[in-house]
Protein backbone atom coordinates (compact mmCIF):
# COMPACT_ATOMS: atom_id res chain seq x y z
CA UNK A 1 0.00 0.00 0.00
CA UNK A 2 1.68 3.57 -1.41
CA UNK A 3 1.92 5.33 2.07
CA UNK A 4 0.24 8.48 -0.12
CA UNK A 5 -2.64 6.94 -1.96
CA UNK A 6 -6.06 7.11 -1.31
CA UNK A 7 -7.70 4.00 -0.51
CA UNK A 8 -10.87 4.74 -2.00
CA UNK A 9 -9.56 6.23 -5.42
CA UNK A 10 -6.41 4.45 -5.44
CA UNK A 11 -4.66 7.90 -6.46
CA UNK A 12 -1.88 9.35 -5.26
CA UNK A 13 -1.65 12.42 -3.93
CA UNK A 14 0.08 15.56 -1.81
CA UNK A 15 -0.15 15.04 1.69
CA UNK A 16 -1.84 18.26 1.82
CA UNK A 17 -4.86 16.24 -0.10
CA UNK A 18 -5.10 13.70 2.29
CA UNK A 19 -6.06 12.52 5.40
CA UNK A 20 -4.30 10.04 7.07
CA UNK A 21 -5.39 7.17 9.50
CA UNK A 22 -4.33 4.62 11.71
CA UNK A 23 -5.27 1.85 13.96
CA UNK A 24 -5.53 2.46 17.91
CA UNK A 25 -4.50 0.12 20.59
CA UNK A 26 -8.78 -0.86 20.67
CA UNK A 27 -8.35 -1.83 17.01
CA UNK A 28 -10.14 1.19 16.41
CA UNK A 29 -9.30 3.35 13.47
CA UNK A 30 -8.21 7.30 14.30
CA UNK A 31 -7.81 9.71 12.06
CA UNK A 32 -4.19 11.74 12.17
CA UNK A 33 -4.77 15.22 11.47
CA UNK A 34 -1.66 16.64 11.81
CA UNK A 35 -0.03 12.98 10.46
CA UNK A 36 2.28 12.39 13.30
CA UNK A 37 0.97 9.42 15.08
CA UNK A 38 2.98 6.50 15.19
CA UNK A 39 2.52 3.26 13.09
CA UNK A 40 1.12 1.97 10.20
CA UNK A 41 -0.95 4.73 8.34
CA UNK A 42 -3.82 4.44 5.65
CA UNK A 43 -4.94 7.92 3.35
CA UNK A 44 -7.93 9.08 2.49
CA UNK A 45 -8.63 12.12 0.28
CA UNK A 46 -9.38 14.83 2.01
CA UNK A 47 -13.10 15.28 1.72
CA UNK A 48 -16.48 14.28 3.62
CA UNK A 49 -17.64 12.31 0.81
CA UNK A 50 -14.62 10.16 0.65
CA UNK A 51 -13.92 9.36 4.10
CA UNK A 52 -17.51 8.23 4.18
CA UNK A 53 -17.15 6.27 1.32
CA UNK A 54 -13.84 4.53 3.34
CA UNK A 55 -16.14 4.27 5.75
CA UNK A 56 -19.18 2.22 4.49
CA UNK A 57 -17.48 -0.03 2.23
CA UNK A 58 -15.04 -1.26 4.44
CA UNK A 59 -11.76 0.05 2.93
CA UNK A 60 -10.46 0.25 6.53
CA UNK A 61 -9.90 -3.37 7.04
CA UNK A 62 -9.05 -4.45 3.39
CA UNK A 63 -6.36 -1.57 3.50
CA UNK A 64 -4.94 -2.27 7.13
CA UNK A 65 -5.27 -6.07 6.01
CA UNK A 66 -6.70 -6.24 9.55
CA UNK A 67 -10.20 -6.87 11.37
CA UNK A 68 -10.32 -2.65 12.57
CA UNK A 69 -13.70 -0.94 14.25
CA UNK A 70 -14.60 1.91 12.36
CA UNK A 71 -16.70 4.56 14.58
CA UNK A 72 -19.83 5.32 13.34
CA UNK A 73 -19.12 8.94 13.67
CA UNK A 74 -15.92 8.75 11.83
CA UNK A 75 -16.88 11.51 9.32
CA UNK A 76 -18.27 13.46 12.70
CA UNK A 77 -14.97 12.94 14.18
CA UNK A 78 -12.72 14.11 11.30
CA UNK A 79 -15.17 17.45 10.94
CA UNK A 80 -14.37 18.01 14.82
CA UNK A 81 -10.70 17.68 14.81
CA UNK A 82 -10.19 19.71 11.48
CA UNK A 83 -12.70 22.35 13.30
CA UNK A 84 -10.33 22.65 16.49
CA UNK A 85 -7.08 22.78 14.90
CA UNK A 86 -8.32 25.82 13.08
CA UNK A 87 -9.45 27.47 15.44
CA UNK A 88 -6.41 26.83 17.30
CA UNK A 89 -4.21 28.07 14.83
CA UNK A 90 -6.73 31.20 14.51
CA UNK A 91 -6.07 31.97 18.33
CA UNK A 92 -2.31 31.45 18.01
CA UNK A 93 -2.92 33.99 14.92
CA UNK A 94 -4.50 36.50 17.11
CA UNK A 95 -1.66 36.53 19.77
CA UNK A 96 0.35 37.16 16.76
CA UNK A 97 -1.18 40.45 15.66
CA UNK A 98 -2.51 38.73 12.94
CA UNK A 99 -6.28 39.84 13.02
CA UNK A 100 -8.76 42.43 12.33
CA UNK A 101 -11.83 41.99 14.13
CA UNK A 102 -14.91 44.05 13.31
CA UNK A 103 -16.49 44.92 9.60
CA UNK A 104 -15.17 48.37 9.00
CA UNK A 105 -11.50 46.72 9.77
CA UNK A 106 -12.24 43.97 7.67
CA UNK A 107 -13.11 46.02 4.80
CA UNK A 108 -9.80 48.38 5.55
CA UNK A 109 -7.57 45.47 5.68
CA UNK A 110 -8.99 43.94 2.29
CA UNK A 111 -9.29 47.38 0.58
CA UNK A 112 -5.44 47.95 1.50
CA UNK A 113 -4.26 44.09 0.37
CA UNK A 114 -3.51 43.34 3.99
CA UNK A 115 -5.70 40.20 4.17
CA UNK A 116 -5.13 36.92 3.00
CA UNK A 117 -8.54 36.14 3.79
CA UNK A 118 -12.02 36.56 5.56
CA UNK A 119 -14.04 34.71 8.12
CA UNK A 120 -17.55 35.40 8.76
CA UNK A 121 -19.68 33.76 11.10
CA UNK A 122 -22.39 31.73 10.22
CA UNK A 123 -25.30 34.82 11.63
CA UNK A 124 -23.28 37.36 10.05
CA UNK A 125 -25.87 39.20 7.92
CA UNK A 126 -26.59 39.20 4.58
CA UNK A 127 -25.89 43.15 4.37
CA UNK A 128 -22.71 43.03 6.38
CA UNK A 129 -20.99 40.22 4.35
CA UNK A 130 -22.29 42.13 1.13
CA UNK A 131 -19.86 44.88 1.99
CA UNK A 132 -17.28 43.02 2.51
CA UNK A 133 -17.50 41.17 -0.73
CA UNK A 134 -17.70 44.65 -2.51
CA UNK A 135 -14.39 45.63 -1.08
CA UNK A 136 -12.74 42.10 -2.33
CA UNK A 137 -14.02 42.40 -5.75
CA UNK A 138 -13.32 46.16 -5.53
CA UNK A 139 -9.39 44.69 -4.77
CA UNK A 140 -9.37 42.23 -7.41
CA UNK A 141 -10.46 44.74 -9.96
CA UNK A 142 -7.86 47.23 -9.03
CA UNK A 143 -5.13 44.17 -9.32
CA UNK A 144 -5.00 43.25 -5.98
CA UNK A 145 -5.13 39.63 -4.71
CA UNK A 146 -8.45 37.45 -4.79
CA UNK A 147 -9.19 37.45 -0.61
CA UNK A 148 -11.64 34.58 -0.36
CA UNK A 149 -13.97 34.37 2.79
CA UNK A 150 -15.55 31.55 4.57
CA UNK A 151 -18.15 30.81 6.49
CA UNK A 152 -17.14 28.13 8.50
CA UNK A 153 -17.65 28.56 12.07
CA UNK A 154 -20.77 30.63 14.59
CA UNK A 155 -20.20 33.65 16.41
CA UNK A 156 -19.83 32.07 19.77
CA UNK A 157 -16.76 29.53 17.91
CA UNK A 158 -15.06 32.88 16.47
CA UNK A 159 -15.49 34.78 19.97
CA UNK A 160 -13.91 32.32 21.95
CA UNK A 161 -11.04 31.58 19.43
CA UNK A 162 -10.39 35.30 19.37
CA UNK A 163 -10.85 35.97 22.89
CA UNK A 164 -13.63 38.78 22.00
CA UNK A 165 -17.29 39.08 22.08
CA UNK A 166 -19.65 38.99 19.60
CA UNK A 167 -17.05 38.25 16.79
CA UNK A 168 -19.02 38.28 13.43
CA UNK A 169 -16.68 39.48 11.05
CA UNK A 170 -12.93 38.62 11.09
CA UNK A 171 -9.88 39.46 8.46
CA UNK A 172 -6.56 37.15 8.73
CA UNK A 173 -3.98 38.88 7.81
CA UNK A 174 -0.85 38.36 5.77
CA UNK A 175 2.33 36.72 7.13
CA UNK A 176 3.78 33.54 8.53
CA UNK A 177 1.07 33.50 11.46
CA UNK A 178 -1.61 34.16 8.75
CA UNK A 179 -0.26 31.53 6.19
CA UNK A 180 -0.48 28.95 9.33
CA UNK A 181 -4.50 29.62 9.69
CA UNK A 182 -5.28 29.55 5.93
CA UNK A 183 -3.66 26.20 5.66
CA UNK A 184 -6.25 24.84 8.22
CA UNK A 185 -8.88 27.08 6.90
CA UNK A 186 -8.20 25.39 3.70
CA UNK A 187 -8.80 22.17 4.72
CA UNK A 188 -11.54 22.49 6.77
CA UNK A 189 -13.01 24.17 3.86
CA UNK A 190 -12.14 21.62 1.43
CA UNK A 191 -13.96 18.95 3.71
CA UNK A 192 -16.71 20.41 3.97
CA UNK A 193 -17.59 20.45 0.22
CA UNK A 194 -15.90 23.92 -0.72
CA UNK A 195 -16.99 27.46 -1.01
CA UNK A 196 -18.77 27.86 -3.93
CA UNK A 197 -20.13 31.41 -3.19
CA UNK A 198 -16.76 32.56 -3.55
CA UNK A 199 -15.82 30.32 -7.06
CA UNK A 200 -19.11 32.23 -8.06
CA UNK A 201 -17.65 35.79 -6.67
CA UNK A 202 -13.81 34.88 -8.88
CA UNK A 203 -15.88 34.17 -11.89
CA UNK A 204 -18.17 36.61 -11.58
CA UNK A 205 -15.21 39.22 -11.73
CA UNK A 206 -13.26 37.47 -14.52
CA UNK A 207 -16.28 38.10 -16.72
CA UNK A 208 -16.75 41.42 -15.91
CA UNK A 209 -13.09 41.89 -16.99
CA UNK A 210 -13.49 40.20 -19.91
CA UNK A 211 -16.76 42.07 -21.19
CA UNK A 212 -14.55 45.22 -20.61
CA UNK A 213 -11.53 44.25 -22.62
CA UNK A 214 -14.42 43.60 -25.39
CA UNK A 215 -15.38 46.88 -25.04
CA UNK A 216 -12.25 48.57 -25.46
Not at 4 to 16: G, L, S
Amino acid sequence: MNDRTCIVTRKQAEPDELIRFVVGPDSAVVPDIKKNLPGRGCWVTADRLHIDKAAAKNLFARAFKAQVTVPTDLGDMVDGLLSRYALGMLGLARKAGAIALGATKVESAVRGGLALFVLHATEASDDGVRKISQARRATVHLGGPAILAYKLFSEAELSLALGGTNVIHAAVLAGDAGRAVQKRMVALDRYRGGSPDDLAMLAAVADEDDAAEDME
